[in-house]
Each structure stands twice: as C-alpha cells, then as structure tokens.
C-alpha cells in the first residue's frame, strides 16, 4: 500500500480524530481498563512511579524541583509532587498553559536548573533525539537524574510529528552518549501484552470506543497472560533512569 508523500499524516488524522482517541491526564494516570490503551497506559505509569520512588530525596536543602518536558497535561504530576517535588513543566503547545514554551532540543532554559527532568513519550516526536538528550544533561544540575520514557512497538501518532522508535540498547546509548550515567532500564510488558494491544488497535481502528466491553476482556486476558509468559525483548515501551555525574568531566582542548 503506497503512502502518499505530500501528507504522510493524513491517512492518520482522517481515522484518530475521528475517533478522539487523545485521553484527559487522569486517564493516563489512572486508566481505565475500558480504554483500547490500557495495557500500554497501565504499564507505563506502574514503571514510572517506581523510578520517580527509586530517586534519593532530597538532592539538596533547597526545594527540589523536577521539569516535565513535553508535559502536555502532565499526567505524572500527581506522583512527582507526591515526593515533595516542585514540578514545573515544558511544551512547544502554549494551549497546554505550560510554565515555559519550548522543544526538548531547544528548551531556552539557564544550565543546570534542575534536579529531575521527566521525559515521557516525547523522544519519538523529537527531529532530533540526540540532541533533545545533551539539552536534557545541559539544564540538570550535577547529580540529577532523567526519568525517560519511549516506545518500541506503538501505532503512528504525529502529536505533531512521529519519526522514532527505540530498542532497549538504542535509548541507553543515546543517553551515554549525551554523558548520562544509565541506573535502571524497564520493559512496558512482553510478547504477549503487545500482541492483546495490537489487538485493541485493530478493533479502535474499526469502532472506535464503542468496543470498550471488547477491550475490557482483551485487556484482562493480555495482563494475566503476559505475567505468565513474559518475554521482555518485543515490548511495548521502555522507561529508564539515568543521572547527571556529580562531576562533569569535560574534555581538554
């Protein structure tokens, strides 16, 4: 089936809009197991918690404060301000009233001005992934730690654009290689959990919400299924810490 290249996102914007699949941030917070992307949606803020709960708090006496880049509605407020943190946030959509207007690979923001900086599914979006991470390390300060989150196996969706998608050694490289020291990579389900989701792809694709009692039982049975037969290598997301060295080496001239 040939695409065509004067618009490579109609044929997407023609179906999703339609369907108004783009959630509110408590249904990515806490999604609904009504929802066609439960099982990706579910899994991704379970291993969210857990990295933001891994960080030592506090990094330092003054207020810690996290940058969400990319925000959108910024579904992980909830779990970042639960730790005491002070969230601001990022987004190239003015409509989404974030505290600052910006692209990951250029967030206009002084260096070494924050202690977390949360950066979820937004590196699949980015023109230019690598340099989206060396911006990332230039506002952390010394010591502070990236929470990112990117998909493996995920259905186009230009929220503008869509250009990447990561294996588990590409997106640990790619924050090596911006100086990021890697602390703890995690799989957003297996074999099986991808299968039931493509699966709920398939049917939004064709009804849309009205399938919801069908996405209820694919999603139970992919859940408990995946738990039994987990194989992490075809996944659906991964989610990674990394930290800022306390002393950034820098190369000689």
């Not at 995946?226 to 990394?242: G, Q």
Request: with cysteine; glycine share 6%.
């Amino acid at each position: 089936m040939e695409i065509d290249l004067r618009d490579i996102s109609s044929a997407f914007r023609n179906t999703h809009e339609k369907r108004q699949s783009r959630h509110a941030a408590s249904d990515r917070h806490r999604p609904s197991i009504f929802q066609y992307d439960y099982l990706s949606l579910d899994a991704l803020v379970t291993d969210v918690e857990r990295l933001i709960a891994e960080i030592p708090l506090p990094l330092r006496n003054d207020p810690t404060i996290a940058l969400d880049v990319g925000c959108g509605k910024s579904p992980y407020r909830e779990l970042i301000e639960s730790r005491g943190l002070v969230l601001k946030t990022l987004d190239i959509d003015e409509h989404s009233a974030p505290d600052f207007i910006g692209a990951v690979e250029d967030t206009g923001l002084p260096e070494a001005g924050f202690d977390l900086v949360l950066c979820t599914q937004v590196l699949e979006h980015a023109k230019y992934p690598e340099l989206g991470v060396r911006e990332i390390f230039r506002i952390l300060r010394p010591g502070g730690y990236l929470i990112a989150t990117a998909p493996h196996v995920w259905f186009y969706h230009p929220h503008p654009s869509d250009n990447w998608r990561f294996t588990q050694e590409g997106l640990t490289r790619l924050v090596a290689s911006a100086g990021f020291e890697p602390i703890r990579l995690l799989s957003q389900g297996g074999s099986v959990l991808s299968y039931f989701q493509i699966v709920n792809f398939l049917i939004f694709g064709l009804i849309g919400k009205l399938a919801a009692p069908a996405y209820a039982v694919t999603n139970v049975v992919g859940k408990i299924s995946d738990r039994l037969f987990h194989n992490s290598l075809f996944c659906l997301n991964f989610a990674l810490l990394a930290r800022k060295p306390a002393a950034v080496v820098r190369d000689r001239p």
